[in-house]
Each structure stands twice: as structure tokens, then as C-alpha cells.
């Protein structure tokens, strides 16, 4: 009896929801319809993107970030992430991060990073293009394709600047250059193109020799490594020796020139003391040879010690001698 009361209950709940929906089928439609309308007439557009609308394949407008309408069914929206930068990548793929550490893959890419340089060598070249699309109408409308246009642009770029270049530029010395010059290579031809996109940085990613040759491209760099460290060593002992000798040279330059004026002084303040001399002599000779005697001999004997001094038949010695040691005894108390 239970199960015959719940089933007439659901056949009357049932019942009656169809009743409710016949009554109000035209409400339920008109709703139903403009839900879709609604949901086909607002639209969003993220922060980093535009929104480009056409209608029936046609471009009419754009639109900016945030909320916005559009013609149902008619216009269509075309979302492109002008403030996202996008990147390209030349020989290799990334695989995803692992342990922190990305992954890179080269199956299949040899031919796309091999190339021939101006030496007639083989470099393999890996790079990335980062850009970003700065005009969302041409990006969408002027070309057909503009990734791999974009993508065959850097390609072709790139092998003509590597052409021009020896392989021990593109290795070593001249990779900052060539990165420079396919940066601007590249913007050129995407001008000439309308592509829409603005070239942001252009990296080398990694440079080598083939695998073939590559143990004889490291001995090689290797060996100059080695040259630029004995050069280095050598500078450097230059630079302590010569700065040394320098300043040895100079200050016995310098101790000979003093030398050379202090006897250029000297002469000149004898020559003047002679001239001096002279004057006097002239002016009274016997008074002047007479002191000049004197003081000489004052000069000689002051140097010669104790002198006695005896008359020709050597008496009166031992006053004198008495004397000398009277005077000898006085400094000594």
C-alpha cells in the first residue's frame, strides 16, 4: 500500500509540473531566448588582451579591457594578448621544468639550427625571439599566419647575419654583435610586412660547433684561452718591472741633477768669493796677502796637534814643554 501511495504521489507531482509548463511555455521561451541573447551580447576582455570585433567577417571596431557588448550571432569578438609577451624558439623546445631545472629537447630541430658561416664552417646556432603584438589589427587581418611568418623571418634573418661571420666570431667575440644586428633585422622586415608585432629582445640561446668537429673547436679555444692567459702574465710582469725601473731612473735623474746644481752653487759662490778676494787685493796687496797668510796658516796649524816651537840652537824646551802639559793638566780638571 505504501509503495502504490508514493507512486499516484510522483504521477501528481509530475502531473502538475507539466501542467505549470504548458501554462508557462511562452515565459519559459522568451526566457530561454533571452538568456541566449544575453549571453551572446556581453562579452569580457582580459587585462593583458583587445578585443577585435568583425561583423559578418568585417572589421569594425576594437575594444579594450573589461566588460563589453556586441551584436549577437553577427559580430564576433577576436581576443589577441597585445600586453603578453610571447617568445619563439630556434633549435631546441622546452619541455617543462623539472626539479626546478628546465628541460630542453632537439629531436628533429638539426636543420633548423645548423648554418653555414662566412668561413664556409658549420655553426649550430639556438636563439629565441621574444616579442609582442603591439597592432592587433594588422597582427590579425595583414598576414595569414603571423607566427610562422614571424618564425621564418628569424630564421631567414638570422642565417644571413651568421652567413656574413666567421665561426670564431659567432663562437666567441662577435655574438653580442650578431644579437644586436638580427634585433634589428627582424623589426625591419616585420615593418615591411604589418605584421603587428614589436620584437622585444633577441637571445642566443646557445652557440656550438657540430658534434663532429666539436673536440677540435675546443682544443682550439682551449689554446687561444691559453694565449690570452700567457699575454695576461707577461702584462703583468711588465707592469711590475718597468713602473720600478721608471722610478729608478727618475730619481737617479733627479739625484744627479741636485748633484749638478749644488756644484754649479758651490762654483759660483767661490768664483763670487774670489772676485771678492781680488777686489781687495787690488786695493791693498801686502794687507791682503798677509791675511790671507794668517788664516791659512791659522787653517794648517789647528790641524797638525801639539807644536814646540825651539830657536835655532833648541834652548828654553823644557819651559815650553812645562807649559804644554801645565796647559794639558787645566782641560783635563
Known amino acids: 500500500m505504501e509503495f502504490k501511495e508514493r507512486d499516484f504521489t510522483n504521477q501528481f507531482a509530475e502531473s502538475k509540473i507539466l501542467t505549470w509548463i504548458r501554462e508557462n511555455l511562452r515565459f519559459i ?10 549571453w551572446g551580447t556581453i ?26 557588448l556586441k ?10 594578448p597585445v600586453e603578453r609577451q610571447q617568445k619563439l624558439e630556434f633549435g631546441f623546445r622546452s619541455m617543462g621544468a623539472v626539479d626546478n631545472q628546465s628541460e630542453y629537447s632537439k629531436d628533429g630541430l638539426r636543420d633548423e639550427s645548423l648554418m653555414l658561416t662566412g668561413d664556409l664552417n658549420l655553426a649550430d646556432v639556438e636563439w629565441v625571439v621574444q616579442y609582442r603584438i603591439n597592432d592587433a589589427y594588422n597582427y590579425l587581418f595583414k598576414v595569414r599566419d603571423p607566427e610562422s611568418t614571424l618564425r621564418n623571418i628569424s630564421e631567414a634573418a638570422t642565417r644571413q647575419i651568421v652567413g656574413d661571420r666567421t665561426v670564431n666570431e659567432v663562437l666567441t667575440i662577435g655574438r653580442t654583435e650578431i644579437t644586436v644586428k638580427l634585433h634589428q633585422l627582424i623589426q625591419e622586415i616585420c615593418n615591411e610586412y604589418n605584421i603587428g ?6 637571445v642566443l640561446q646557445d652557440v656550438n660547433p ?9 682544443a682550439v679555444n682551449e689554446a687561444q684561452q691559453e694565449k690570452e692567459t700567457l699575454i695576461n702574465q ?7 718591472v718597468i713602473p720600478k725601473a721608471s722610478g729608478e731612473a727618475k730619481a737617479t735623474i733627479q739625484k744627479a741633477e741636485g748633484y749638478a746644481i749644488e756644484r754649479v752653487n758651490n762654483a759660483e759662490g767661490e768664483s763670487a768669493r774670489f772676485n771678492d778676494l781680488y777686489n781687495q787685493y787690488i786695493k791693498a796687496p801686502e794687507v791682503t796677502k798677509r791675511r790671507i ?7 794648517i796649524l789647528s790641524k797638525l796637534g801639539n807644536v814646540i816651537v825651539t830657536d835655532q840652537n833648541g834652548a828654553n824646551v823644557l819651559p815650553l814643554l812645562q807649559m804644554q802639559l801645565n796647559k794639558d793638566n787645566t782641560k783635563k780638571d
Request: net charge neutral; hydrophobic share 45%; charged share 20%.
Open 29 to 38: 521561451l522568451i526566457a530561454i531566448v533571452l538568456m541566449i541573447l544575453l
Open 293 to 299: 797668510y794668517l788664516e791659512n796658516m791659522t787653517t
Open 210 to 218: 657540430p658534434d663532429p668537429v666539436k673536440a677540435a673547436f675546443n
Open 197 to 202: 608585432i614589436k620584437i622585444e629582445q633577441v
Open 43 to 68: 562579452f569580457q576582455i582580459g587585462t593583458e588582451e583587445v578585443g577585435v570585433i568583425t561583423r559578418v567577417g568585417k572589421y569594425t571596431r576594437t575594444v579594450d579591457p573589461g566588460l563589453n
Open 234 to 240: 707577461a702584462k703583468s710582469e711588465y707592469n711590475k
Open 71 to 80: 551584436m549577437p550571432f553577427i559580430e564576433t569578438v577576436h581576443k589577441v
